[in-house]
């Protein structure tokens, strides 16, 4: 894994000093060495986080003048490296596997990796760079001076270019989409995401250009039940043995769902032994209340799970002090507001598990793909994404002249239109069908994407690489076409993935009702939070006067009611929407943010 930097020179000299800051803005995420490299046209910089052939996977990679840094892990070289005229090789890192392949095979082989990644590549006067099929290693640019700015992460442009500015736009995504964001945008000005799927080109005569390389393919389904039960099996296990690789070894996070243990008793079978990690909040035991979405304490199943085998499994509790205190860090570490406690907790969790592995597997991505939210179940009736329901509230929050300027709703309705009209569909779907699938193809282009990027920037600010097998190529493009009731029925949500695991699953697992990540209720927690907000508010020049209506910040504050519904998925209510609100003004200070409206 890398954090990856990269300038073009055609227009304007590099400063190097300022590129080597920008640079070691990633150090978190490649703390084991740095490389760099100066040409005439070009200048890279990859910060190292050694899992694959430590000794000899040095980046940036160099042959007969083509260049490439490369953040991932490829699962297939084997196949891949049999595919080329060259079969010898000096290391074997994936590094060296892909830049052979750019080199004979060019643009037409990113498809067939199978893996996440990012890559700059340089071939002659011309850069490519790529995001892999689903996003999972992150990728944004910008342009400086008519010359492309690439980077793991929006800090290192930012240390570069030296000016952040959020606009309209911006505020339109982190109000009315946070914490998700539109696909490409982000919620700074000038400043892009690669979206997944796709390479970028970049040189003097044609300057940037966008291509997808991949999307999802509406197929007909042919299987029966059993037949479908039997290749979902197949697949999970493969994704799961195929990413349990590494030179270090790995350790997987144990909630004691579903979703994790079909990973760590998988991964106990091919390897004998495995570590396994789980998180909760102090107060949390004392103060559960079980719900229409959290029916149950997580630690009584996750004994299920490591009774009598061989697993070693670390217990992590978080303190309400840890938990606010990270609140900062996880803003700095994602550059702009995320999930609040959900954030915080992860990071702490992945910096236990950073103190013995480098490497965890995590069971994100299964209840978008086999349809494990209340909203693929339950008839619930919406013209927008169903995990925003409280657009209203969210607009109720803003000043008189803001809320006229932005008009979140309208917002929300058109990012939702745009990528619900290309939702790949037969034209045999029945109305029903054509439904199933658009919210199918929302979770995994939207849901799934915003967990994978948090995923991916908690787990690697503490320099810890996170897998995440449920996220599959091949998975999700047969899951993508097998019709729901396939995969719900019993009245039991995830019953496909229930019945393809279950010789490997304690009964107390396989009946399980989902249980999602937890978060924190303990009041000690929320009145910190509150806390937080008093000092913010104090400050009459504080960013939150420009956006919002404070008066109705301070009575959400003093309130003992709570949200009607969710400001964001299942579980993020109202102390989570006040850490967003506090994080909105430690990250205007923090980055210096310049506001145009």
Not at 90 to 97: A, C, G, L, N, R
Not at 559 to 575: A, H, N, V
Request: proline letters at 3%.
């Amino acid at each position: 894994m890398s954090g990856l930097c990269f300038k073009s020179n055609f227009y304007k000299k590099v400063d190097e000093k300022l590129f080597i800051d920008a640079t070691r803005r990633l150090k978190h995420r490649g703390p084991d060495n740095e490389g760099f490299l100066f040409l005439d046209d070009f200048s890279f910089g990859v910060m190292r986080l050694a899992i694959i052939d430590k000794k000899n996977g040095i980046q940036p990679a160099s042959k007969m003048n083509n260049h490439l840094i490369f953040d991932g892990a490829i699962f297939n070289q084997e196949e891949i490296k049999s595919t080329l005229k060259k079969n010898t090789y000096d290391t074997y890192s994936d590094t060296e596997v892909l830049l052979n392949c750019l080199i004979e095979k060019g643009t037409q082989i990113i498809n067939k990796i199978d893996g996440t990644f990012a890559f700059v590549y340089t071939c002659k006067n011309k850069v490519v760079a790529a995001r892999d099929h689903f996003g999972f290693r992150p990728l944004y640019y910008t342009i400086i001076d008519n010359d492309i700015f690439i980077a793991s992460e929006i800090k290192s442009i930012l240390e570069y270019q030296k000016e952040a500015v959020v606009n309209i736009d911006g505020l339109k995504e982190l109000l009315g989409l946070g914490p998700m964001h539109s696909i490409g945008k982000t919620v700074y000005k000038g400043i892009y995401e690669l979206p997944m799927g796709h390479y970028l080109t970049f040189d003097k005569k044609n300057g940037l250009k966008i291509f997808k390389y991949f999307d999802l393919v509406a197929k007909p389904h042919n299987l029966n039940l059993n037949e479908t039960i039997i290749k979902t099996k197949e697949l999970v296990t493969n994704a799961i043995k195929k990413q349990i690789k590494s030179d270090d070894g790995i350790s997987c996070l144990l909630s004691g769902g579903l979703d994790s243990s079909v990973i760590v008793l998988t991964a106990l079978e091919e390897l004998g032994q495995v570590d396994t990690y789980s998180i909760d909040y102090e107060d949390n035991k004392e103060e559960f209340i079980s719900n229409d979405f959290e029916i149950s304490n997580d630690q009584n199943y996750i004994n299920y799970v490591i009774n009598k085998r061989n697993i070693k499994h670390n217990f992590i509790k978080i303190s309400t002090e840890n938990l606010v205190k990270n609140l900062e860090k996880t803003l700095e570490i994602k550059d702009y507001p995320g999930m609040a406690d959900i954030d915080s907790s992860l990071y702490y969790l992945c910096n236990e598990v950073k103190k013995n592995h480098n490497v965890v597997l995590s069971g994100e991505c299964a209840d978008e793909i086999f349809g494990g939210y209340p909203w693929f179940y339950k008839k619930m009736e919406y013209d927008t994404f169903p995990w925003i329901r409280n657009i209203e509230e969210r607009e109720n929050l803003l000043n008189s002249n803001l809320r006229e300027k932005i008009n979140l709703k309208e917002y929300l309705k058109e990012v939702y239109l745009e990528i619900a009209n290309r939702v790949p569909v037969l034209e045999s779907d029945t109305i029903d069908e054509v439904k199933e699938r658009e919210l199918l193809y929302l979770n995994i282009m939207y849901c799934m994407t915003t967990l994978g990027e948090r995923k991916d920037r908690m787990s690697m600010g503490a320099s810890v690489e996170a897998r995440v097998p449920f996220a599959d190529k091949e998975l999700i493009e047969f899951l993508y076409n097998v019709p729901f009731h396939q995969k719900y029925y019993n009245e039991t949500e995830k019953m496909l993935l229930r019945d393809a695991m279950k010789d490997i699953l304690p009964i107390e697992i396989y009946e399980r009702k989902k249980s999602p990540y937890p978060k924190s209720r303990s009041r000690k927690y929320h009145e910190k939070v509150v806390s937080l907000l008093e000092d913010a508010l104090k400050n009459e020049s504080s960013i939150l006067y420009q956006i919002f209506d404070c008066d109705s910040i301070k009575e959400m504050m003093y309130s003992d009611e709570e949200l009607k519904t969710p400001w964001y998925g299942q579980l993020m209510r109202k102390t989570q929407l006040l850490v967003f609100i506090y994080q909105i003004d430690y990250w205007f200070k923090t980055y210096n943010i310049k506001l145009e409206i």
